[in-house]
């Protein structure tokens, strides 16, 4: 069983469906050829599709990539490379930054984008986003930057994390996006009823999942609502005959913005309920049961 491919966008770059998250990489203490051997078997499945981002890793993430990248260059064109920028935090990694802020001047994406590409060893990114909406965000500024880095051939397309749907038009209307990442898991609703879905399937754009698991506390119960969630998980997936994570995975693959689901894991176990919930098809009744679970009460 393979993660099946879709365009982001019509006529638009493809991806895998689930995608390889790499921002706990340093915490995961891989060798160079654990690495390697890891973006192998991440192949096997057929994910083709890695997510870093500049800051990953206390601005680390990116520089280990690029390692097994250098181990095994066969692996570079096998993968589809997003990156992020715009985030920036005191670090010993960044000795000049004094505090924590947003940074989205032409002048920061080019030159985080360039760092991105010597990190990780690539002549190109397939997908840069903004990582985070910047109160100061300009967007004519921003639509230069994007224009040159791909007139460059440093990128090749370009979209949004956790953009509200109005940050996202005004952008989108100065240079075309191809996604928005944004959270979403049975714990946390907000874009299938803040707009944020309504306008990918307005544009017919794929979102990006990010946390679709909430950060693990799905499964850990320490709240009333994550005891009701896992409840109704555990029910269906003895049903079925699936684990409590492709259930949660499926839940969120039902919705049809046909969004990509963002791995958080090392285990490759994981990799591959990923892949399992991207074929299940969750019934409607199933679907609406975890949502009952989720808010805690009937639909209207």
């Given at each position: 069983m393979l993660s099946p491919r879709l365009s982001i966008v019509p006529q638009g770059p493809e991806f895998s469906q689930i995608v390889l998250g790499l921002w706990r990489l340093s915490s995961w203490q891989m060798s160079a050829q654990e690495r390697v051997s890891f973006l192998e078997q991440a192949l096997e499945l057929g994910i083709t599709t890695i997510d870093e981002a500049d800051i990953y890793g206390d601005y680390t993430s990116e520089a280990l990539l690029g390692e097994a990248f250098a181990l095994a260059p066969h692996l570079r064109?096998?993968?589809?490379?997003?990156?992020?920028?715009?985030?920036?935090?005191?670090?010993?990694?960044?000795?000049?930054?004094?505090?924590?802020?947003?940074?989205?001047?032409?002048?920061?994406?080019?030159?985080?984008?360039?760092?991105?590409?010597?990190?990780?060893?690539?002549?190109?990114?397939?997908?840069?986003?903004?990582?985070?909406?910047?109160?100061?965000?300009?967007?004519?500024?921003?639509?230069?930057?994007?224009?040159?880095?791909?007139?460059?051939?440093k990128v090749q397309h370009f979209g949004v994390s956790n953009f509200t749907p109005s940050q996202f038009s005004l952008l989108h209307s100065r240079f075309p996006l191809v996604t928005n990442q944004v959270e979403c898991s049975l714990l946390q609703m907000a874009p299938i009823y803040d707009g944020s879905f309504d306008q990918c399937q307005q544009l017919r754009i794929s979102p990006m999942i990010w946390s679709a698991l909430g950060g693990g506390a799905l499964f850990e119960g320490k709240t009333e609502q994550s005891r009701r969630v896992l409840l109704a998980l555990e029910k269906i997936a003895v049903e079925l005959e699936v684990s409590t994570s492709t259930i949660a995975l499926a839940w969120i693959f039902r919705h049809p913005v046909h969004p990509l689901v963002l791995t958080g894991s090392s285990r490759v176990q994981a990799l591959q309920e990923a892949v399992q919930a991207s074929h299940l098809q969750l019934s409607r009744e199933h679907w609406f049961d975890l949502w009952r679970a989720s808010t805690g009460v009937d639909i209207p």
């Open positions: 064109q096998q993968f589809q490379i997003v990156s992020k920028c715009g985030i920036q935090f005191p670090s010993a990694q960044k000795p000049l930054q004094t505090s924590h802020i947003y940074e989205t001047s032409a002048a920061h994406i080019i030159g985080s984008a360039e760092n991105s590409l010597r990190n990780m060893q690539l002549d190109s990114l397939d997908l840069l986003l903004i990582h985070r909406p910047d109160p100061l965000m300009d967007a004519d500024e921003i639509a230069e930057a994007f224009t040159h880095l791909r007139s460059r051939g």
